[in-house]
């Protein structure tokens, strides 16, 4: 069973930077480079904020960054904002065509 | 503008049925994969499967394999959710996603009681 860890909370204060990170474990992860990230609010649709990595989307914040090492992915907020509290989920698109996601990260501005 | 509106929600005893829908509007539908992802009370979110653009290929979550199907009508920009056998457990919120390898769309979700 192929599973994707992510630590259950991190937190910083305004103008600080934090990462979280993603590990991946199990037959399915392949060449785990098909990672993608996504910031949920309580009560609204879920938004993609990178993928494949390290690519932002139109309209996202360059505060926001990506990378990989090996099976473990992460990501980091820079200058921590008021509005990036939020829950953060990693994803990656399998080798069986299947989709995980971590089990979620829960961010707090101090 | 580009949108996603999921419909169907409600309250089903345990063993029943329930079809969901989701709406597709302001991007070329019939080009994306689709998926179909849920979030339990208190829990994170988990993928529940996909679809392909042109309906041909499917996958599943081990969790509702045999129960769900997940089929699209292209000439209506609308994907379903087909829920068989539900169970207490199938109980969150459903969201549909548009993409494959990662979703760049969503909906704002449909709540399912069971």
């Known amino acids: 069973q192929s599973a994707l860890t992510q630590p259950a909370s991190v937190s910083g204060s305004p103008r600080q930077s934090i990462t979280i990170s993603c590990t991946g474990a199990?037959?399915?992860?392949?060449?785990?480079?098909?990672v993608s990230w996504y910031q949920h609010h309580p009560g609204k649709a879920p938004k993609l904020i990178m993928f494949?990595?390290?690519n932002r989307p139109s309209g996202v914040s360059n505060r926001f960054s990506g990378s990989k090492s090996g099976s473990t992915a992460s990501l980091t907020i820079s200058g921590l904002q008021s509005e990036d509290e939020a829950d953060y989920y990693c994803?990656?698109?399998?080798?069986?065509?299947?989709?995980?996601f971590g089990g979620g990260t829960k961010v707090t501005v101090l | 503008q580009v949108q996603l509106v999921e419909s169907g929600g409600g309250v089903v005893q345990p063993g029943r049925s329930l079809r969901l829908s989701c709406a597709a509007s302001?991007?070329?539908?019939?080009?994306?994969?689709m998926q179909w992802v849920r979030q339990a009370p208190g829990k994170g979110l988990e993928w529940v499967g996909d679809?392909?653009?042109?309906?041909?290929?499917?996958y599943y979550a081990d969790v509702v394999k045999g129960r769900f199907t997940i089929s699209r009508d292209n000439a209506k920009d609308t994907v379903y959710l087909q829920m068989n056998s539900l169970k207490t457990e199938d109980t969150a919120v459903y969201y549909c996603?548009?993409?494959?390898?990662?979703?760049?769309?969503w909906g704002k979700g449909t709540t399912v009681t069971v």
């Open positions: 996603a548009g993409g494959l390898r990662y979703m760049d769309v």
């Open positions: 302001g991007f070329t539908f019939s080009g994306y994969a």
């Open positions: 994803s990656l698109y399998t080798s069986r065509s299947t989709v995980l």
């Open positions: 494949d990595i390290g």
């Open positions: 679809i392909s653009y042109d309906g041909s290929h499917k």
């Open positions: 199990g037959s399915d992860i392949g060449g785990f480079n098909y």
